[in-house]
T-cell receptor, first 113, second 111 residues
């Protein structure tokens, strides 16, 4: 049974650029969620995808967007990067929403300069 | 708005002593409550869910709806319990609002 894998592990971007982060879900999990974790804070919910449709979104602007593919892998896209977007981005998968518990990836550390 | 509060950023106890990590929440309805743990250099992982009423690694947590609390307890701390602990809640059902996490408590078990 494979876990959740994320790529890349680290990334440095310039303010105003666009970035794409990738996530491969755990086998058998059809729900994927993305979280942003700033230093010293708990993870903050960005959005959730279930069977390729976004079915939940946190308090993030539209420049944060995502995709889920038929194999349940996922992408997080962030446009017009701002300095405050610097954070650890976590992907989490589950069989169906958070009730059974998420399996988290190790995250992508994004630095915006 | 839903909120999770973990009042202690850091908690240090001696090995063998009881541990209690506090978690209070704000939610209009019946939430599902969780504890997640992150050991050093490892990824965030589920420790326990209130709905399953289980004990994992000697830890238990009871949902107190009157006090809106979900404190994590262990009677005798072990050094391997040192980690970052996050309390989290979600709405019932499919949880399309995702998880709301607290800021976390860093637990240090001293030998």
């Amino acid at each position: 049974e494979t876990g959740v894998t994320q790529s890349p592990t680290h990334l440095i971007k310039t303010r105003g650029q666009q970035v794409t982060l990738r996530c491969s879900s755990q086998s058998g999990h059809n729900t994927v969620s993305w979280y942003q974790q700033a230093l010293g804070q708990g993870p903050q919910f960005i959005f959730q995808y279930y069977r390729e449709e976004e079915n939940g979104r946190g308090n993030f602007p539209p420049r944060f967007s995502g995709l889920q593919f038929p194999n349940y892998s996922s992408e997080l896209n962030v446009n017009a990067l701002e300095l405050d977007d610097s954070a650890l981005y976590l992907c989490a998968s589950s069989p169906r929403g958070p009730s059974l518990g998420y399996t988290f990836g190790s995250g992508t550390r994004l630095t915006v300069v | 708005a839903q909120r999770v509060t973990q009042p202690e950023k850091l908690l240090s106890v001696f090995k063998g002593a009881p541990v209690e990590l506090k978690c209070n929440y704000s939610y209009s309805g019946s939430p599902e409550l969780f504890w997640y743990v992150q050991y050093s250099r490892q990824r965030l992982q589920l420790l326990l869910r209130h709905i399953s009423r289980e004990s994992i690694k000697g830890f238990t947590a009871d949902l107190n709806k009157g006090e809106t609390s979900f404190h994590l307890k262990k009677p005798f701390a072990q050094e391997e319990d040192s980690a970052m602990y996050y309390c989290a809640l979600s709405g019932p059902g499919g949880g399309a609002d995702g998880l709301t996490f607290g800021k976390g408590t860093h637990l240090i078990i001293q030998p």
